[in-house]
């Protein structure tokens, strides 16, 4: 048995980018214009603030420590997060952005309390629309659309596993949806 030599940073980047491109390509969406075709990679610290691969005004970032995970584990954090970008979620976050920008030029400018406070709760409500469990149920289906639910079911218990992800009751019913039977073995 012959030793291969460990991938390089670059060519596990470049695993990344060609999987995103294909990814992007065979499962276009109307919001995919708004999201960069190209990758950026931060430092591990930074991106596990933000769960190891977010989005961040229309790039998607992944931390350099998810660069060598498996290929199905890697096809698991893309596929979903694309689901996400196809149902609209980083519109929330936008919004969010917009209206707490606008409530602060409001109380500096025109001294408006009242309205900065009907703009506040459009904020905090947006929070919630975008923290709504069933987000994370549209970005499950949308990923087994493009990697099967056994993809899903095995990308979940990686996470777990690598205590990117605890087994919450919340989890426990994902996994349940995409065909998990529940042995108790953890």
């Known amino acids: 048995m012959t030793d291969r030599p460990l991938r390089t940073d670059a060519e596990a980047e470049a695993d990344w980018q060609a999987d995103y491109a294909r990814l992007r390509e065979g499962t276009p ?15 591990p610290w930074v991106a596990r ?17 998810l660069l ?3 290929f199905y584990a890697r096809q698991y954090i893309l596929s979903r997060l694309w689901a996400r970008v196809s149902h609209g979620h980083p519109l929330a976050a936008i919004g969010i952005v917009l209206c707490t920008g606008a409530m602060t030029l409001l109380v500096q400018i025109a001294g408006s309390s009242l309205l900065s406070l009907v703009i506040g709760f459009g904020s905090l409500g947006l929070m919630v629309w975008a923290n709504l469990p069933r987000r994370e ?4 289906d949308g990923a087994s659309e493009v990697i099967g639910r056994n993809g899903v079911r095995a990308g ?3 996470s ?16 349940q949806r995409m065909g998990w039977k529940d042995s108790g073995l953890e």
């Open 156 to 158: 979940i218990m990686w």
């Open 137 to 140: 149920l549209e970005a499950d």
């Open 29 to 43: 969406t109307r919001w995919g214009r708004w999201i960069s075709g190209q990758l950026v990679f931060v430092a």
């Open 160 to 175: 777990i596993k690598q205590k990117i992800d605890r087994m919450t009751p919340g989890n426990r019913r994902r996994l």
């Open 49 to 65: 603030l933000y769960g190891g691969v977010f989005l961040w005004l229309g790039w998607v970032v992944v931390g350099r420590d």
């Open 68 to 70: 060598h995970v498996p």
